[in-house]
C-alpha cells in the first residue's frame, strides 16, 4: 500500500530534487534525521496521498518546539569533533 502511495505522490505535480552532497553526513551531525525518524514514528496509515500530505502538515505543526532546540543545542560537541578529527570517526 505504502509502495502504491509513493509512486502516486511521484506522478503527481510535485518536483522532487535530490541533492548530492559526496558522503552523507553522520545522523548526528545531521539533527534534521531525528526530526524525520520522530515523523515517521508518529505517522499514521495513509491510503491517499491527500491524506498523506494532510497527516505530514498536521504532525509538522504539532512538532515540539522544544525537541528541536535541543537537537540544536546538542551539535557545537560533535561539529567540534568531526572538525577536530578532519571528518573521520569520532566518539559520536
Known amino acids: 500500500m505504502l509502495v502504491r502511495i509513493q ?4 506522478k503527481t505535480s510535485y518536483v ?9 553526513a553522520p545522523p ?3 539533527p534534521v534525521e531525528h526530526v ?4 515517521k514514528r508518529q505517522m499514521p496509515s495513509c491510503h491517499s496521498v491527500h491524506n498523506l500530505e494532510l497527516a505530514v502538515q498536521d504532525l509538522w505543526a504539532h ?3 522544544d ?5 540544536i543545542n546538542s551539535m557545537p560537541d560533535p561539529v567540534a569533533a568531526c572538525i577536530a578529527a ?3 570517526p569520532t566518539r559520536y
Do not use: M, T
Open 7 to 10: 509512486q502516486e505522490l511521484l
Open 16 to 24: 522532487i530534487y535530490r541533492l548530492f552532497h559526496g558522503r552523507p
Open 28 to 30: 548526528i551531525l545531521s
Open 36 to 39: 524525520w525518524d520522530k515523523l
Open 63 to 65: 512538532l515540539p518546539q
Open 67 to 71: 525537541n528541536i532546540r535541543c537537537l
Open 86 to 88: 578532519g571528518g573521520g
